[in-house]
């Protein structure tokens, strides 16, 4: 029996006279216009209802057409599924997809390792010096293994280069591919011990056996080691994907594809990395800098004259507030996200800086432009610079456009 028709000039509605809406089937809510002859399902005792009308759709009860294109609030995009839909339009291919994955794997168990840092007896130091002279922290020697091991189980990356290793690994041929990933498995690694923000950056390639490396006649590195620093050695303007993951109150993974930046933060509800942020602006100026100001009587006359009219209040009243945690990560996430600028200027004692082009400044540089900013060296466009040996360092000054444009002119 046909409880209500609610009949207008151009629709109608037709509804069954059961008890319950959640009981309908799907074809027992009718949207139909006039004059066409419908016949409507069943009402269960043999007969029919037969109504004059004209087009029909059924539909199931609870849809309506302005509620088909609401996203739900439950909806997430995970990283995994993102990735697949870069992979669909073509962006990236399929092997990229899983080099990609793999590293953020490892930020998943590196971000575990942080977190269970002192309660694991991984604080402090491992006793051993890597290739720059630094301390090895415990965490950078096992989050080196933890990088570098789901790299390789990937089975797509030809070559990886770690800040922590002497010279560039080529992947045993069983399991080699074609990628080359350079990467500072965990950055600011000093911090570990007050529990400080830390994180990992990566950068990642394709080979090229053009690029020349200045290896001498008596050099002690075999075949293998020489065609990696061959590869490895590329402008940072050659960069297929860069990003970083970090390890702070929540889990942070930043990522571009050479079209825009994206961010992904982890939650622990799902163990899944959830699109967060898209498409990230960088402010075309801002008000705070990222130096550290202890080094300031080893910098040249003309960047302390740079430093010091930051601190003047000028007109405005309001000098530019100074912000420095001591992780590049740290730093550079919050200036990405709020502008301003971060500076790591070479000095009396680090002649070029203290960052490495490769596994840091280009990776960065990289995302900052993806993002509307800048990252120099004072001088010249840090993508630009063709690096000559692996762990080469370079002054680096990132942040917004603007700001970056101004210490230039400081510096010139």
């Not at 990642?204 to 008596?218: G, K, Q, T, V």
């Not at 490769?358 to 004072?378: N, T």
């Not at 370079?394 to 700001?403: A, D, F, H, K, T």
Request: glycine share 8%; hydrophobic share 35%; net charge negative.
């Amino acid at each position: 029996m046909v409880a209500a028709v609610a009949a207008t000039a151009s629709s109608q509605l037709l509804v069954s006279s059961s008890r319950s809406l959640s009981r309908l089937s799907p074809f027992q809510l009718c949207v139909f216009d006039s004059k066409t002859l419908v016949s409507c399902p069943s009402n269960g005792n043999g007969s029919n209802n037969s109504i004059k009308r004209r087009h029909v759709r059924c539909m199931a009860v609870g849809t309506a057409p302005e509620a088909e294109t609401k996203k739900s609030g439950f909806e997430i995009q995970t990283l995994t599924g993102w990735l697949l839909k870069q992979e669909q339009a073509g962006t990236i291919d399929a092997e990229l997809t899983i080099v990609l994955s793999s590293i953020s794997m490892a930020c998943k168990q590196i971000a575990s390792l942080v977190q269970r840092a002192s309660i694991s007896n991984l604080t402090g130091v491992q006793g051993a010096v890597n290739i720059q002279g630094e301390d090895q922290k415990k965490l950078d020697v096992v989050s080196n293994e933890v990088f570098s091991n789901c790299l390789r189980s990937s089975g797509r990356t030809g070559i990886i280069a770690s800040e922590e290793e002497d010279v560039p690994v080529a992947v045993e041929e069983s399991y080699s591919g074609n990628y080359i990933v350079v990467f500072d498995p965990l950055d600011g690694s000093s911090n570990i011990d007050a529990a400080v923000s830390t994180g990992s950056i990566f950068g990642i390639y394709s080979p090229n056996d053009e690029c020349l490396a200045e290896i001498d006649d008596d050099s002690t590195l075999g075949s293998a080691e020489q065609r990696c620093v061959v590869n490895v050695c590329q402008p940072g303007s050659n960069l297929l994907a860069a990003g970083y993951c970090m390890y702070s109150s929540s889990i942070i993974f930043v990522l571009t594809l050479g079209n825009g930046v994206y961010a992904f933060t982890l939650d622990p509800m799902y163990g899944e990395f959830v699109l967060t942020q898209e498409k990230i602006q960088i402010p075309k100026a801002g008000k705070i800098y990222a130096f550290n100001e202890g080094n300031y009587q080893l910098w040249d006359d003309k960047l302390k004259k740079y430093i010091d009219d930051l601190k003047d209040p000028g007109p405005s009243g309001k000098p530019y507030s100074a912000r420095y945690i001591g992780s590049l990560v740290g730093d550079f996430h919050r200036t990405l996200l709020y502008g301003g600028i971060y500076g790591y200027p070479r000095d009396k004692k680090s002649k070029n800086g203290k960052l490495r082009l490769l596994y840091e400044c280009a990776p960065m540089s990289f995302i900052v432009e993806q993002a509307g900013g800048k990252g120099s060296d004072g001088h010249q466009r840090i993508l630009d610079i063709q690096p000559v040996e692996i762990h080469q360092r370079v002054p680096l000054y990132i942040g917004s456009q603007e700001e970056v444009e101004k210490l230039e002119k400081y510096l010139a």
